[in-house]
Structures are given as structure tokens and as C-alpha cells.
């Protein structure tokens, strides 16, 4: 019987981590066959505080790890296979090893959608990115290349044409479906230009980015466009599939916190992106999970 277990190994699952073995929980982390989360496909990280030369992103997560083993932290680098929450002891399923918690921390994070071809898994962190925020300080004064149609590529967009020179929206359909606002707002702004009816054939370069292959889907006709990054803003997905039927999920299937961090299930708590369909920053992420560490420990504290 383990007194916390937490699912998941990014900035969230591990800053749990850290703050119940601070607590003497001795918690078990299932970190998965992937640790690390999004941050371990990002290179230079210079938005999380205490790296003011930037960090890369798997080195960032390898310090917290250690920091979490320093403090009792126990990992087992497999995936959770099945869950079940319904009674007390809380079960989880490792393959064919099963585990028994008193209460467990939910933090397996969000998954971006990515568009798909060979190009793009090649030059992922050299040019291809799922974040603005994060990445578009290093195309400053350059030419970049957004992709999508709702909220998140209006927000991406206008917050790229702030530091770009150009901005170049590629979506696939004739209008837009994200809100009015924001639509006015992109087409209003003159660094944005929109190509309609068009998806993204191949992301062009070798070491990097240099450009876009495009494709009109009504008439077929190609072109190509220089650029020096792009961004794809498709969506993300959280994590929770797992967790289907087992505590409640919103309609985007995002876990729902009722308490502080606390889900539909007394003792069963979530952080980071699991439950964050807004912020999706590290930063956010770890600040959740210290929150939830602390009301796991307070919860524990209740039972006894």
C-alpha cells in the first residue's frame, strides 16, 4: 500500500514529487516508457525562472528528477495500463504488476497535434514548434509560419506578429473558426497574412528550417514560401483516456477539478496539462503540482 502515487513525469508530476517526499509520502511516480513530458522534445527552455542562460528542456527535466530521487521519490518507467478508482484502495495497473495507493496525483499531461508528416518529426525543436510562447523569441525580426484556424492560432499568431517581421496563417478552410474578436483582430493586423483553403505538403530544410511546401486544396496548385519557423497550433490533447469513466472529463476531455485540485473523486487529485486547456506552460504546470502534492498530503492527513 503506497500512501501517494503520481501518474506522469513532466514539470507537474515531478514537482508533486518533490514536494511529497518533502512531506516524507515517499511517493511512487509511474513515469512512463517517455518520462519527461513535452519539455524532452524542446530545446532551449528561457522562460522557467533560475536559468538565466536558458536550459535545454531534457536537461531541465533530468535536475528535477534527481531532485525528486533525493528526496525518496521512487520511479517506475513503465505506463499505467489501467486505473481503478471506483473504491478505496485506489488500483493501477503496470503491465502485469498492479499497485494499491491511498490517494494518487493525476499529471499525465497534454499531447499536441501535429500535423503528420516525415518533415515535421525531423526538425521538431529546430524550427518546428507547438509554442509561441515558448519558442518565438528566437525569430525575432524573421519570418515565421503559423498553422490553424481557431482560438489558439489567432493567439499564437498575434503574439508572433509582436516579434516577427512577417507572419504567414496557413489554414486549410475558406474562413475561420475561431471568435469573432480574435478573427478581426488577426485580419485587422498588418504583419499577418492569411492563406486560405491551403495545408502544409512538407516543412522544407535540412538542419532547419527554410520554408513550406503549400497546396491550395480547391485547385491543387502548389507553391513554396521561405520561412524561418513554423508553428503548428492544431490543438492539443490531454492525456486522459486512462481516466475515461473514471472521474469526470470535460467536453474537450480535459480532467475537471472541483477542489483546489481535487477531481470528482475524493483523494484522486490532478495537475498541469491534464486539467490546463489554457496556460499549458511549465512554469503553470509545476505550480500545479506543488498544489496538489500539498492538498494530497493535507487529504492524507485528514484519513489518518
Known amino acids: 500500500m503506497e500512501k501517494l502515487i503520481i501518474i506522469g513525469s513532466g514539470p507537474a508530476g515531478l514537482t508533486a514529487a518533490i514536494y511529497a517526499g518533502r512531506a516524507n509520502l515517499a511517493p511512487l511516480v509511474i513515469s512512463g516508457y517517455q518520462p519527461g513530458g513535452q519539455l524532452m522534445l524542446t530545446t532551449d527552455v ?3 525562472p533560475g536559468f538565466p542562460d536558458a536550459v535545454q528542456g531534457p536537461d531541465l527535466m533530468m535536475q528535477m528528477r534527481a531532485q525528486a530521487e533525493r528526496f525518496g521519490t521512487r520511479f517506475v518507467d513503465r ?11 485506489f488500483k493501477i495497473s503496470v503491465e502485469d504488476e498492479s499497485y494499491e495507493a491511498q490517494t494518487i496525483i493525476v499529471a499525465t499531461g497534454a499531447s499536441a497535434r501535429w500535423l503528420g508528416i516525415e518533415s515535421e518529426a525531423r526538425l521538431r525543436g529546430k524550427g518546428v514548434s507547438v509554442c509561441a510562447t515558448c519558442d ?3 525569430f525575432k525580426e524573421k519570418h515565421v509560419v503559423v498553422v490553424g484556424g481557431g482560438d489558439s492560432a489567432m493567439e499564437e499568431s498575434l503574439f508572433l506578429s509582436r516579434i516577427a517581421s512577417r507572419v504567414t496563417l496557413i489554414h486549410r478552410r475558406e474562413e475561420f473558426r475561431a471568435s469573432k474578436v480574435l478573427q478581426e483582430r488577426v485580419l485587422s493586423n498588418e ?23 503549400l497546396r491550395n486544396v480547391k485547385t ?8 524561418d519557423g513554423i508553428f ?5 490533447m490531454p492525456n486522459t483516456e486512462l481516466f475515461r469513466n ?21 483523494g484522486i487529485f490532478a495537475a498541469g496539462d491534464v486539467c490546463d486547456y489554457r496556460y499549458k506552460q511549465a512554469i503553470t504546470a509545476a505550480g ?7 492538498d494530497a498530503e493535507k487529504f492524507l492527513e485528514l484519513l489518518k
Open 246 to 266: 473514471q472521474v469526470e472529463l470535460d467536453e474537450r476531455s480535459y480532467i475537471v477539478i472541483k477542489n483546489n485540485t481535487e477531481t470528482s473523486i475524493s
Open 136 to 138: 518565438g523569441f528566437f
Open 288 to 294: 500545479s503540482g506543488c498544489r496538489a502534492a500539498i
Open 79 to 89: 505506463d499505467a495500463t489501467s486505473v481503478d478508482f471506483r473504491a478505496k484502495p
Open 220 to 227: 491543387n496548385e502548389e507553391k513554396r514560401i521561405a520561412c
Open 46 to 48: 528561457e522562460n522557467f
Open 191 to 213: 504583419k499577418i497574412f492569411v492563406e486560405w483553403n491551403t495545408v502544409v505538403e512538407e516543412i522544407l530544410g535540412k538542419d532547419s528550417v527554410s520554408g513550406v511546401a
Open 232 to 236: 503548428i497550433t492544431i490543438g492539443h
